[in-house]
């Protein structure tokens, strides 16, 4: 699983350039598909962790938003931009839900 992300997160570097931002935003959300697939079947089971449950259904509805956007708003200049506010709102969700797991002290 990590390798797999790894090779997305360099893929991701790859396509930075505003012209590619249905593929930068189609990698991010296979990442955030795995990443959830990875939450729900290898880690959920075995820690329990609640916080596990909220970023894997954060990341799978981000990723739905996110497929949502690239087939709805695919001539759309503000398509960019709504993919952009996804991910940005996802961050801020996952950390507004999971700080005191994330930072416990």
């Known amino acids: 699983v990590f390798m ?10 790859r396509n930075l350039p505003k012209a590619r931002w249905r593929t930068f935003h189609s990698l ?9 697939c990875w ?7 075995h820690s329990g962790a609640s916080v596990t449950r909220i970023w ?20 759309c200049r503000a398509g960019p ?6 991910v940005a709102l996802r961050s801020v969700a996952d950390y507004g839900l999971c700080w005191h797991d994330y930072f416990p002290w």
């Open 81 to 86: 931009w709504i993919a952009f506010a996804i």
């Open 56 to 75: 894997a259904c954060l990341n799978l509805v981000a990723t739905a938003l996110l497929v949502g956007t690239l087939i709805c708003a695919k001539n």
């Open 39 to 45: 939450g729900f079947i290898v880690y959920e089971p």
């Open 28 to 36: 991010i959300a296979a990442l955030l598909a795995i990443d959830a």
């Open 4 to 13: 797999v992300e790894a090779v997305i997160l360099f893929l991701l570097s």
